[in-house]
């Protein structure tokens, strides 16, 4: 039987319209089958990848990623579609750091404007970076703003689906995918690392996986210095400590601050006609990710959008909030206070209390004796 959580991680990914995420949660649970020596499990969830509509290409990808819309071309290696290389559109402005990782990412890019002074003392730029943290906090985006401020394509490997799919060819894969950043200046982005380096002593890899990640060893050593190569990992703990190694400059990605979700409200707000208090949305929002607060700024959007009003308020907020709240999406806890605190909003706005009931699943009577 699935566990719960499974189940709750796919539905997930369909409610928000992720259908690449599904295939790749149906991808790793298929892998560790096939670990397991479940075949047959491994084989008809791979049966039913082959039924989600583009789950292989990066149609999908693009639909729910818009910042790789301007997909270029797919290298022609012998598996089409597992890779692609494109010039991103995502500028460093529109990534929300805090201080630490600001300061990291501003010395990258003044060493790589300064390459040919650095050349003459014969230094380097750093050019193998490991961006970790939790889910949502912006790693993909900020791999894609390097690129963007470089000015050199991004290779994007999927690795789950490289190893995924073509289990017994991943190495000759890695070395030709290595082999594009040799020939030109690219980035070349291995995005959920993890997905093959972990712990190599795990007893349950299967020999294949430990031969991967040995070749990916092999070519990270021998990366070339016009390029730049960055993993990308949520499960920095599962990583392989070899492949931790590999990348001198890491780079943290937290859950943002107050302030970082200030400045996140305002830049995906940012087009929008708005009437809000950013001091009480930044006091509800704490534990949220940036990729939380971007869904909660969208739905509010939507919600705006759709009742013609001639700017999005503080009660759109909220009503989004709940909305996703309800639907599981955001399942921070928020303190009793701050809950009331928003249903009073919602009230002197001129909500009746069973609206909010409505709204809220919170019982008319609680409403009723906790509001003014
Ligand atoms: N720090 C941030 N700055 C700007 N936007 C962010 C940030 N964090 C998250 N977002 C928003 O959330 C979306 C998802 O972020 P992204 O995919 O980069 O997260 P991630 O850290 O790679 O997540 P995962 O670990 O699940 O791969 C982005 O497209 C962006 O809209
Ligand atoms: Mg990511």
Redesign the pocket.
């Known amino acids: 039987m699935p566990s719960i959580k499974l189940i709750e991680d796919i539905t997930n990914a369909f409610i928000s319209g992720d259908i690449h995420s599904v295939a790749s949660i149906l991808r790793k649970e298929s892998i560790k089958s096939k670990q397991n020596r479940k075949v047959v499990v491994s084989k008809r969830l791979e049966n039913l990848i082959k039924k989600i509509p583009s789950a292989n290409s990066f149609s999908a990808a693009n639909l729910a ?1 818009p ?1 790789e819309s301007d997909y270029k071309k797919t290298i022609s290696l012998n598996n089409p579609g597992l890779v692609s290389e494109f010039h991103s559109q995502v500028l460093p402005e ?4 805090d201080i630490d990782a600001k300061n990291i990412v501003a010395t990258l890019f003044r060493e790589w404007e300064d390459r040919d002074r650095l050349s003459d003392f014969g230094l380097q730029p750093a050019n193998k970076i490991l ?1 970790y ?12 703003a390097i690129a963007n401020k470089l000015n050199f394509p991004l290779i994007l490997v999927r690795l789950d689906e490289l190893v995924s799919s073509y289990l017994g060819k991943t190495g000759q894969n890695i070395r030709e995918i290595f082999d594009i950043a040799r020939q030109k200046n690219v980035v070349l982005f291995l ?2 690392i993890d997905t093959v380096a972990k712990h190599r002593a795990d007893e349950k890899e299967l020999g294949e996986l430990k031969r991967i990640v040995t070749v990916l060893l092999q070519n990270i050593d021998l990366f070339p210095n016009n390029s730049l190569i960055i993993g ?3 499960h920095d703990e599962i990583l392989d400590k070899a492949i931790w190694r590999r990348f001198p400059l890491k780079i943290r ?1 937290e859950v ?1 601050s107050p302030e ?1 979700r200030e400045l ?1 409200f305002n ?2 707000l940012e087009k929008i006609e708005k009437q809000v208090d950013f001091g009480f949305l930044v006091k509800i929002t704490d534990g949220l ?7 909660l700024t969208q739905q509010a959007t939507k919600n705006y959008v759709i009742s013609g009003r001639s700017y999005l308020s503080t009660t759109d907020m909220m009503i989004a909030y709940f909305h996703l709240m309800l639907g599981n999406r955001l399942y921070k806890k928020i303190s009793k206070q701050d809950l009331y605190a928003m249903c009073q909003k919602l009230k002197d706005h001129g909500f009746k209390l069973k609206d909010i009931e409505e709204m809220t699943k919170i019982p008319y009577t609680t409403l009723r004796d906790n509001l003014k």
């Open positions: 990623r910042e529109e990534v929300v750091l961006l943290g939790p889910p949502g906090t912006g790693k993909t985006k900020l791999a894609y995005d959920e990308a990992t949520n990605l943002p970082s996140l830049l995906f990710s940036g990729s939380e607060i971007f869904d």
